[in-house]
């Protein structure tokens, strides 16, 4: 148990220093109270609930160990028909799957011990003290914005005595709420509850409507500090331009007429210049591959700045090209496309932008959005660095979402045309 512990502890802490996109520490606990029961009359009880997972999350999956302590204390206004307390400690092995951003499936299988001392309807003290089986599975549905989420929770345990199988099923329709932060839910649960018992001298069955109220926290560390990093780099909140969804043009692709494509176009003075030495006979093939790229990339910028020239107020134009190393930009080949933007916006200062950067998925809209707008800063802040006016760029707040498995070459930042 200590090298587990270590263990944990130790995988925590590298999480926290070095976060990394696909492997993190996954942290989930919570407790509540349910300060309501129904059977058939006025129940008078103290009840609470308590559990931990610690777990590891890989992609789309987390694997982890939990801990469930379900404790409950009560009595009938007819003290005669049910009067009691039961104890139940679970421990399950969790495995979590989320196939896509809004849903997430959670089953897990473990053991549990029960032990009770019960009197129903004048049959005497039931008391038991049994170890059995038990099962979770969750439903999670999390919805496109941040602030509320539901879950179909179900927990069954078949808890075993000399002679019989007793069975204990809680089922229940969850409403998180998240007010504070993100992984901090307040939530109310309705549901039903049953318990049937029989051994020799007794049988008991029951079924009771339940609600339930209580906090709990989901804490995934990489997720947390790639945040709190995104958050920072995040510039004053009157750079960010919302888009109306009724005219947003963002998933178009501004076409080239073919039939001018041809002509040659002034704007092509501002491209940044390739060198272009003659190969002679003797040129190696790396030589011969550098000079294609660099042809590719000269007629690459020739397209971005033709697309400026006949992009419409409104329009958005997809960049390609444009490469990232964490926080900065240092592929020469990314930084000569931000040149060729740099030199459009010099020679038209009525022309304003709204940057919008692409990001990776996370199965979590707010971390996609805050990611995105990282990007979008890192190539406003070179522009800036090159001279332009800051006024003249705006942040959207909206991007792409990409796979992780997308090729850098297929990832696409937008840019806006604000005005002209």
């Known amino acids: 148990m200590k090298t587990i512990l270590l263990f944990l502890v130790f995988f925590i802490f590298t999480s926290y220093l070095n976060p990394q996109d696909n492997v993190s520490f996954r942290f989930n606990s919570g407790f509540l109270t349910k300060p309501f029961f129904y059977e058939n009359s006025n129940q008078y009880l103290i009840s609470f609930e308590g559990f931990f997972m610690g777990g590891i999350k890989y992609k789309n999956f987390t694997f982890g160990l939990e801990i469930q302590e379900r404790y409950f204390s009560f009595t009938n206004a007819d003290i005669s028909k049910f009067k009691g307390a039961w104890n139940i400690l679970n421990g399950f092995f969790d495995f979590y799957y989320k196939p896509i951003r809004y849903f997430e499936l959670k089953s897990g299988i473990g053991g549990g011990w029960f032990k009770s001392a019960i ?49 204990y099923y809680y089922g229940a329709i969850r409403t998180n709420f998240k007010p504070f932060f993100e992984w901090i839910n307040l939530y109310i649960d309705i549901g039903i509850m049953n318990w049937f018992y029989k051994n020799d001298q007794s049988e008991l069955n029951t079924a009771m409507f339940v609600w339930s109220t209580g906090v709990s926290f989901d804490v995934d560390f990489s997720n947390y500090v790639k945040d709190k990093k995104i958050v920072k780099k995040i510039d004053k909140k009157e750079d960010i331009v919302k888009i109306d969804k009724k005219d947003d043009s963002t998933r178009d692709i501004v076409k080239i007429d073919k039939k001018n494509d041809s002509t ?58 444009i490469f990232f190393d964490n926080d900065s930009i240092t592929s020469k080949k990314s930084l000569a ?62 991007g792409r979402v990409y796979q992780r498995e997308t090729p850098l070459e297929k990832r696409f930042i937008e840019i806006k045309i604000i005005s002209k």
């Not at 049994?130 to 099962?135: D, H, N, V």
């Not at 501002?270 to 030589?287: A, C, L, P, Q, R």
């Open 337 to 398: 496309i931000i040149q060729s933007i740099s030199k459009i916006l010099n020679s038209n200062k009525n022309l304003i932008i709204a940057i919008g950067g692409y990001s990776i998925y996370f199965g979590d809209p707010t971390k996609e959005i805050e990611f995105a707008k990282k990007q979008a800063m890192t190539i406003k802040n070179i522009l800036i660095s090159r001279g332009i006016n800051k006024d003249q760029i705006k942040i959207l707040a909206s």
């Open 119 to 167: 009197n129903y309807n004048s049959l005497g003290v039931i008391s038991k003290n049994e170890g059995g089986l038990s099962f979770l599975l969750d439903f999670i549905f999390y919805m496109p914005f941040k602030y509320i989420n539901f879950e179909i929770n179900n927990k069954f345990d078949i808890f075993f005595n000399p002679v019989f199988a007793s069975p």
């Open 264 to 321: 040659k176009d002034d704007n092509t003075k501002d491209i940044v210049k390739i060198d272009k030495k003659d190969t002679t006979s003797d040129v190696t093939e790396n030589k011969i591959i550098q000079k294609k790229e660099d042809t590719e990339l000269l007629e690459y910028q020739q397209k971005i700045s033709k697309d400026f020239v006949s992009a419409k107020k409104g329009e958005t134009l997809l960049i390609n090209g």
